[in-house]
């Protein structure tokens, strides 16, 4: 199958994405630039919706023409494994196959600060991942989870859409479930979760109230949540939380958020200095008394100014680590 031979060039090259579309040559993602397999010829859309239906089951080839797009993951054993979004456009079927590195890359190697570690011990509390897509959420949130197996005796329950990284038991025992394999969907997932003695419950992405007004329970109720968001600026992840909620519940929420709240850490990409690989930057807000006392008065906006003189409880901004990887000539 021509699939497999490109998936297994892709791990060779170190290619972030491979991209297929028919009457097009098969596309490598490698650091955001786009090359070309011209040795491999052009799909004609029969033949790559034929190859990718081969990459599906029964039941995500029928979700898949209902809904016209769908998120899976493929495991090639030999190879590796692949997340993959498949959707229709004009020119018929698309696939994105994102390769998910089978081994996790250390805290250091991800130059993500050891503080975050500090709180892996928590039994309580709310641990925000942020960023857009293509930034490395999940392989920090799965780091994360990783220490805690190899280091605290817990009961860590997953929800993933689709499973990326495969967890092995360690100290803490754990159980990786996906949304439409083994739940229906987010919120009825971290609904049940707090009743099957968990003690971690990692949430792939918070995409709506009832998920978010869920994990906040569970983030009281001696459960540790790590999970991750699709914003960008650590104050800016404070204001969308409390923005989804109605207006009556808000002054609750922000309570509730001033006490659960951990960290909130806000990642993106940027190309190295020789442009043959990617560095992970990142601005970090721990939520210490000052930190608490704003959010609960809603004094949203002097985050920023407590992130820059934060440096006594390891909080940084942005453009703070941007100048230090810059003057490690890391970027």
Known sequence: MKIAKILKESIEKWASDAILTAWTFPILKINWDIHYLQDYGKYTDEELREEVFSTMTERQKKEFLEKMELDYSIDLKWYSRFRVNAFFSKNGVWTVFRWIKTKLPSFEELFLPKKLLDFAWRKSGLLLITGWVWSWKSTTMSALINHIIQNYSRHIITVEDPIEYVFENGKSVVEQREIWTSTKSFDSW????????????????MRDLETFRLALRAAETWNLVIATLHTSGTASTISRVIDMFPWEEKDYIRAQLSVSLLWVIWQQLIKSKDWKSRILSTELLVNNSSISNMIRKWDIHQIPGALETGWKDWMYTMQHNLERLREAWLI
Do not use: G, H, P, T
């Open 190 to 205: 971290v609904k049940y979760a707090l009743r099957q003695a968990s003690d971690v419950i990692m949430i792939w992405e």
